[in-house]
């Protein structure tokens, strides 16, 4: 894609504007509401590095949905991102991972008003020790002739008209794919903006890598625990295990240098722990989006059908010879 450079720099709001621009009739309404994402996102990122400066630490005292403690920069986090695109007026509804309902933002039945989805801090019980946490995000078309919300949010992943993630790390990023490439901007702490720093990502095909929660092994089904065992035997090449406990973080890595992140059903969570629309399907895109892939061990993520919007499922995503290794031991235990 041709980009009009301003000086030596591309800014996230130029490339998604560049981008639009290749849909003949595109209003600029796509370009607004990403721009809010954009701008949500540098607000958690200046909450984040303030912890312990103004009183974010800890927890809330309530908990979410989810039955999970809520931290108080959770709520925040939610609350920048929905008081941020309040104001874009072409957001027809959101829904967040820490609310107990999607909320009908405004009643607009444009052909291009949106549907955004957030995690808005993901891994947050990492904030305390200062390790990296995430915003994950991820948009749909808002339906105009579909009536009611929920009905109008159970969109399967493979209707995503973009995606993406911020993460917090020792810089902050953003990786965002509109179906047209995953590409990754960093943001710039002195101009305050999010500049192009790599452009279509192609995710490695394999690396001898893995990255799961191992302390509960012994609840994975089966085939996890073939696979697990089994690529522990390899010497050529020797895997090696990750495991930050932030998704973001976690998958972050996968996406550079290749390799497999899993979460299986467990014992306390027998249908998987993470969601499938708020985590699973935003990153499945930008995967797929990269060349790599994500299934729930049996079908593939962005085409499983929502039955509600808290839905949780396994997730097995990364590099593709990585993930079709999985399969292969899901498949060969009865799993699939
Ligand atoms: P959350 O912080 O949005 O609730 O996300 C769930 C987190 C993920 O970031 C992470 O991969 C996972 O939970 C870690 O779970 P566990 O501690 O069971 O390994
Ligand atoms: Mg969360």
Not at 61 to 85: H, W
Not at 120 to 126: I, T
Not at 163 to 192: C, I, K
Request: net charge negative; charged share 20%; proline share 5%.
């Amino acid at each position: 894609m041709a980009i009009k450079k301003d000086g030596d720099f591309v800014t996230f709001t130029q490339f998604v504007q560049a981008e639009q621009a290749q849909y003949p009739g595109a209003s600029g309404q796509f370009s607004w509401l990403m721009s809010g994402v954009a701008l949500a996102t540098r607000m958690i990122g200046s909450y984040i590095r303030r912890a312990g400066l103004i009183d974010v630490w800890g927890e809330h005292g309530t908990t979410n949905v989810q039955g999970e403690t809520v931290k108080k920069l959770d709520i925040m986090a939610n609350d920048a991102l929905k008081r941020t695109l309040a104001y874009r007026g072409n957001v027809g509804v959101i829904a967040s991972e820490e609310d107990d309902e999607p909320k009908v933002l405004a009643e607009v039945d444009a052909d291009d008003s949106y549907i955004v989805m957030f995690d808005p801090l993901d891994g947050s019980s990492n904030i305390d020790v200062n390790v990296s946490v995430g915003t994950i995000f991820t948009i749909f078309q808002n339906p105009p002739d579909v009536k009611g919300t929920e009905k109008s949010v159970l969109q399967k992943g493979a209707k995503q008209v973009a995606a993406g993630y911020v993460l917090y790390g020792s810089s902050t990023v953003m990786v965002y794919t509109a179906g047209r490439g995953t590409h990754m901007f960093t943001l710039d702490p002195q101009f305050g903006t999010y500049l192009l720093t790599r452009e279509n990502i192609q995710m490695p095909t394999f690396a001898p890598q893995y990255s799961v929660n191992e302390a509960y092994s012994h609840t994975f089904p089966e085939g996890y625990r073939r696979y697990i065992d089994g690529v522990k035997l390899q010497d050529n090449p020797g895997y090696s295990s990750r495991y930050v406990g932030s998704l973001v973080a976690d998958f972050h890595r996968i996406l550079i240098n290749g390799g497999v992140y899993m979460y299986p059903p467990t014992r306390s969570d027998p249908g998987g722990k993470l969601r499938l629309m708020y985590e699973c399907n935003p990153l499945a895109f930008i995967a797929e989006q990269a060349g790599g892939a994500a299934t729930n061990g049996k079908t593939r993520i962005m085409e499983l059908e929502p039955k509600n919007v808290h839905d949780r499922v396994p997730l097995v995503i990364g590099s593709i010879k990585n993930v079709e290794e999985v399969s292969r031991s899901l498949a060969a235990a009865g799993h699939a």
